[in-house]
């Protein structure tokens, strides 16, 4: 079973298991052209997306939502999953600072995951991994891994 985890924003964080190990994680640049083998092969079983939200609804925060939504809709259907499902924020990981989310997700990790997503960050920027690092929480969070 393929399972394949999205934390959609302005850079979107991918990440995909296999078998429910981690296999790949990547992040989308949508300032730079999408190949979708480099997110993933598609036709993944599963594909799990973040819901957006904003505690603020100004102008300004429904654009942000609905071009965060947009994009992940792109990756979505070009992912071609045969199961689809939606979770907030709150769902998976609550009102956890994403600092310390990052260590409880870094705990649950196998020795080849970590080595997986080390790797990865290596060529990621500092300032955009963490939307990397959700996207390996909220697929944990599928999986029940954590």
């Known amino acids: 079973m393929k399972v394949i985890a999205i934390d959609p924003g302005k850079d979107s964080g991918v990440a995909v298991f296999i078998d429910c190990v981690l296999q790949h994680v990547a992040l989308v640049d949508w300032d730079a052209p999408i190949e979708v083998t480099r ?5 993944g079983n599963v594909v799990i997306c973040e819901v957006p939200q904003s505690y603020r609804m100004g102008a300004a925060s429904r654009h942000s939502l609905l071009t965060l939504s947009f994009r992940a809709g792109y990756l979505v ?20 600072p ?14 080849q995951e970590h080595v997986v997503l080390m790797s990865a960050m290596r060529d990621i920027p500092e300032s955009k991994q963490h939307n990397v690092w959700d996207a390996v929480g909220i697929g944990l969070w599928y999986l029940r891994r954590r």
Do not use: S, Y
């Open 98 to 111: 994403k600092r310390i989310q990052q260590v409880r997700t870094a705990a649950v990790l196998l020795t």
């Open 39 to 43: 997110v993933a092969v598609p036709g």
């Open 77 to 96: 259907g070009l992912l071609r999953p045969e199961a689809f499902k939606l979770v907030t924020p709150q769902e998976w990981k609550g009102q956890t």
